[in-house]
């Protein structure tokens, strides 16, 4: 549980401010998921760079669920366990798609920068 | 938008269940991650470690989504709420005594602040009200006299500080009604008086100067409670006419309900009082005649000028009239004062003292909570480390314990509240009578406010240091060691703070107690120079109209105190001008056969008159020559009786009986000189009153006076004879009204009714300091006689007496206590000055109460030290070692 930014000795790094809620909505694209499910998931798909804390995961979903986002409901899991799903609601999708071109916007112009100078 | 609502409203509604989903959430992540670690080959145990570790701390996760759902600050407060509760039920001695002491003492604080805020901060009832003053004269012998109505005349005229000026003065009549006569407090007043007030009269109009004329004064304006009680509120009594003093008079006017008497110092009536009617004053005789002053001065100062303005040009106003009427109007400074500060001005000091002595006793609450607090916080640190170690922010700690000193002291002060109504009642009951405002003393919004305020601050106050102290409680350092926690050496030194201080201020409140209780009881014991028990007093006032010439007054009075002196149980009757300690206040000047005053002095005394029998009923002794006697009447020599400070100032040294004084300003015959026939023993002014004045008497038979006080000394209880009195006045003039039938007792003790309360209410206050003070000492010697059992029982084993274990406890008692006195008693002596006016025949610095205080402070401190002092004495070596 380091603190220090980009860990080197396994290869990851940490979220950069605001990436988030990006991740966690666009991990719900497919369908409902779990919380232990979705940062599985965000480790597996960036080939274990990106890892994120349970200590914000959960925060987020709560503060995603909040403004409407995503909604909970309480199902089973593949182990056969109680366990809330989250997915994303018509509002979230929206919120996905316009923050997926803020994204692709920015870190394009980032690119353009480095690439330039 | 909506949604975020429904979410927080639900978050807040049902916080239990969402608690819950939270809880097994963050479980079922839990238990995947292990199962994960499981299967790729780890044991159980390891893969809790490492699940652990990724999860970071449980407390701190849930706590951020609680914030995540946007209602923390609400909800954690509930659960800090909740949690405080339980803490406190769960040791609820300890909390109902914190509780009541910051009752007693925050009740005791509103209480006082009521009176403060009714008297004190309460607007005056008038318009602009800081634009009033009074007005007044002023010389050397005389520092507050009433105005000449001629020179007030021209004050009014002349003056350009004032909007509007008036005079009034008293003038109580009879309103003759359909059974018994009524007696009226009222008032003649000038042109524009209300108007000065900023008052208007609901039904009529105020009067006009026409209404100075004399010959044009048939008129009155009512009260509201005279027209209603007595005239059935009768819409068109406009024009009505009334018979006042068997007179009749047009009703010109009625005031409002909520008029106010702005208060008056010549035959007073107290601010607020009731005053019926009002009546215009006629300027009869000759504006030369300047040298009688019974007119009370009031003023509406102009926008923008101040009163040292108004002063400076009313002086130069009265140098001015000094030239025009020399003798009368010279040797006169003039006063403006302040309607407010004339109102409450000499109340003022003794309601700081009040506010200051029940501050303190809610800072020796405070100290104490906090004690107790700290005591408590130290048995707790375990409970704290734990709640540190599961990863609770230190803030979230200090927010807890907040929360529950909040709730004590919330509790506390809203049984403070419930005893300040009861306290509130009490205490105006129990104020002196002629207390400014005390029908303004309520619980009111003002209140509810200051006892809000005053808590939360306690609650912070007491509440800080602890929490602050138990958040630095070291998690791995509660939790390793054994079940005695031990306060650390900084928070034992805090908790002796405490109680030295407690032990300080509670010192001076009871130096402050002592000092108010010789003060009432010099008063009580003084030597009053007339004997009070069983006297009946009463006031009859004969109507002018009727009773027109002396001879017929002074016959009315004599008829009655000679059927008076038949009645069974009556000892001796008579009737005088005034009541000893009632605040007359008339002055006379004279001239002395052979005697020339200092120049820019003259020869004046206090005058008044009595009755034969007045003396004897009143037992004022006789020191030389005689009383007045039957034939003390008109065509006789004409006669005085003086008392001992006369014969002194004026005839040191010389027998005073047969000396001569004279009221002409050129005497002729012998008709114009008075004889001294007799010297009585000195009344002072008021029980306080540095000395008597000088003062002489003039026989009700020679020189008679309508308004006289009848006094009545019997031979049992006096009350017995207030019918007969009634009886014997009505048959010989039925229209007669009998009014203020007092014992001399009741006269007597309202007039030390003021230190009577001052001195109650400190010793109320000094009490519940130093058993609070005690409590406190109690509380941190018994911890740490607690904390040194095994100590105490290692010294048993090793051969210590339990002599010497006793005297331990108590040395330790002696160093918390002793410090705290002293500090205490310095104290005192510096705020002495403070304290001096409300003081009578004590110096603020008196030995012997300084001593008491020590001795009780001493006492009450082995009280509190003797207890714990026998357990450690009594310590067990075995038991105490068996503790390890």
Known sequence: ?117 | MLNDLRYRVRALFLRKAVEDELEEELRFHFDTEVEKHMRAGMTQEEAKRRARIVFGGHEQVKEDCREARGTSVIETTIEDAKYALRQLWANPTFSLVMILTLALSIGANSAIFSVINGVLLKRLPYPQAERLTRIFLSSADFPKFPLNPFDFLDFRARNRSFESMAAFTRGDVQLSSASEPVHLSGFYVTSGYFRVLGLQPQLGREFDFNAEIPGNGLQVILSDRVWRTQFGADPNIIGRKITLDTQPYIVTGVMPAGTEHPGNNYHAVAYGDSVDVWRPFPFEGSSNQRGSHFMEGIGRLKAGVSVGQAAAEMNAMMTQLGREHPGNDTGWTLLVVPLYSEIVGARQRMLFVLLGAVGMVLLIACANTANLLLARASARQREIAVRLAMGAPRVRVVRQLLTESLILSLTGGVLGLLLALGGVRALVALLPADFPRAHDIHVSWPVLVFTLLISLLTGILFGLAPAMQASHTDPKKGLQGSRTTTASRHQNRLRSALVIAEVSMASVLLVGAGLMLRTFLNLVHLDPGFHEENVLTANLSLPHAQYKTDEQTAQFYDNLTNSLNTLPGVESAGAGSDLPWTGYDENAGFGIEGKKPAPNDYFHARYHRATAGYFSAMQIPLLEGRFFTEGDRKGARAVIVVNRALAQRYWPNEDVVGKRITFEDEPKTDADWLTIVGVVGNVKDQPNSTGAEPAFWWPELQRAQLDMSVVIRTRSDARQVADSLRAAVHKLDPALAVADVKLMNQVTDASISAPRFTFVMVSLFAALAIVLAGIGAYGVIAYTVAQRTQEFGLRVALGAQHGDLLRMVLMQSARLVVPGMIVGLALALSMGRVMQALLYGVSAADPLILASVAFVVLVVALIASYVPARRAANADPMTALRAE
């Open chain 1, 1 to 117: 549980m380091s603190k220090r930014k980009g860990n080197t000795l396994t290869g990851k790094i940490e979220l950069p401010q605001g990436t988030l809620d990006l991740l966690i909505l666009r991990t719900l694209l497919p369908g409902a998921q779990h919380g232990w499910a979705i940062s599985e998931r965000v480790q597996q798909v960036s080939s274990e760079v990106l890892s994120i804390q349970q200590g914000s995961l959960y925060p987020a979903l709560h503060r995603l669920e909040r403004r409407g986002w995503i909604k909970a409901k309480w199902g089973t899991s593949e182990n056969n366990r109680k366990a809330k799903f989250y997915e994303l609601t018509r509002s979230g999708k929206q919120q996905l798609e316009l923050e997926t071109e803020t994204w692709r916007k920015l870190t394009l112009a980032v690119e353009q920068i480095l690439e330039g100078a």
